[in-house]
């Protein structure tokens, strides 16, 4: 049996003597997406952090395909197929969305500091397959119109896309969204489940922090859910949602019937 994409043994992480993360085990197919859900406050941009190696657990084992990664560096995990969103954009907000793009790409372009100050060394070819690369990258998200746009200047779901784009632009094989609809209208919401889809259908995982359920209902085929940092509910979207400790945990009566309403 080949191994996860991503597997996490018995994780904990702690700040001080906040526990933000409590003996977390998890595993996420290859080709999969899978959610990762739970109230504000439950831990799981730490545990995107402790993954992506902003934040380094107590105890406990991270694997991407097999591989332990607990201890590198967030670029040498990089390097190892693993890129990420996050929850507030980081976008370089005075260059355009075509610059961008071709920001994510640093670690593919190559070359030394010669090369790229006297534009030797084959420079001007990778320059050229570069900007290819990452205007069919904008393309590929929806934003092609826009190249040539300040980051600054594009509408918050073109935002979100261009984020995606320059985190596919390092050809990740495990993609970590924190929420991506998030400041998302209904309209914007319909083409990023669009978008998701069409980046799983690149071959990419994804494991995705999400705070609204009819996205995750509809696209994830598992989800965890934390609580204080401990995993309470594992399983198919159908599963989680009719799980009590779930509904009494996160979800609570409104969100109960909200994720009624979704599987409608």
Same mark, same amino acid.
Do not use: W
């Given at each position: 049996?080949?191994?996860?994409?991503?597997?996490?043994?018995?994780?904990?992480?702690?700040?001080?003597?906040?526990?933000?993360?409590?003996?977390?085990?998890?595993?996420?197919?290859?080709?999969?997406?899978?959610?990762?859900?739970?109230?504000?406050?439950?831990?799981?941009?730490?545990?995107?952090?402790?993954?992506?190696?902003?934040?380094?657990?107590?105890?406990?084992?991270?694997?991407?395909?097999?591989?332990?990664?607990?201890?590198?560096?967030?670029?040498?995990?990089?390097?190892?197929?693993?890129?990420?969103?996050?929850?507030?954009?980081?976008?370089?907000?005075?260059?355009?969305?075509?610059?961008?793009?071709?920001? +994510?790409?640093?670690?593919?372009?190559?070359?030394?500091?010669?090369?790229?100050?006297?534009?030797?060394?084959?420079?001007?070819?990778?320059?050229?397959?570069?900007?290819?690369?990452?205007?069919?990258?904008?393309?590929?998200?929806?934003?092609?119109?826009?190249?040539?746009?300040?980051?600054?200047?594009?509408?918050?779901?073109?935002?979100?896309?261009?984020?995606?784009?320059?985190?596919?632009?390092?050809?990740?094989?495990?993609?970590?969204?924190?929420?991506?609809?998030?400041?998302?209208?209904?309209?914007?919401?319909?083409?990023?489940?669009?978008?998701?889809?069409?980046?799983?259908?690149?071959?990419?995982?994804?494991?995705?922090?999400?705070?609204?359920?009819?996205?995750?209902?509809?696209?994830?085929?598992?989800?965890?859910?934390?609580?204080?940092?401990?995993?309470?509910?594992? +399983?198919?979207?159908?599963?989680?949602?009719?799980?009590?400790?779930?509904?009494?945990?996160?979800?609570?009566?409104?969100?109960?019937?909200?994720?009624?309403?979704?599987?409608?």
């Amino acid at each position: 049996m080949s191994a996860p994409e991503l597997e996490i043994e018995n994780l904990t992480l702690r700040y001080g003597g906040l526990t933000a993360i409590d003996a977390l085990s998890l595993r996420v197919e290859t080709g999969s997406l899978h959610a990762l859900i739970g109230p504000n406050g439950a831990g799981k941009t730490s545990v995107f952090n402790a993954i992506s190696g902003l934040a380094r657990g107590q105890s406990g084992a991270i694997r991407l395909r097999g591989e332990r990664i607990e201890r590198l560096a967030p670029d040498a995990r990089a390097r190892r197929g693993l890129a990420r969103t996050f929850q507030n954009l980081r976008l370089f907000n005075e260059m355009t969305a075509l610059e961008n793009v071709l920001a +994510g790409m640093h670690a593919e372009m190559g070359g030394t500091l010669f090369d790229v100050l006297t534009r030797l060394g084959g420079f001007h070819a990778k320059e050229r397959a570069a900007v290819s690369a990452a205007r069919e990258l904008l393309d590929f998200v929806g934003l092609a119109a826009v190249a040539q746009t300040l980051a600054r200047a594009l509408s918050y779901g073109d935002q979100r896309r261009l984020e995606i784009a320059r985190a596919l632009a390092a050809k990740p094989r495990l993609l970590l969204l924190d929420e991506p609809a998030a400041g998302m209208n209904p309209a914007e919401t319909q083409g990023l489940n669009h978008l998701l889809g069409a980046v799983r259908a690149r071959g990419v995982t994804m494991l995705l922090v999400e705070h609204d359920m009819g996205l995750v209902m509809r696209l994830c085929d598992r989800i965890t859910v934390l609580n204080f940092g401990r995993k309470i509910a594992e +399983g198919a979207p159908d599963a989680v949602r009719a799980d009590p400790a779930v509904i009494e945990a996160y979800l609570g009566v409104k969100g109960a019937a909200e994720l009624r309403g979704s599987a409608a």
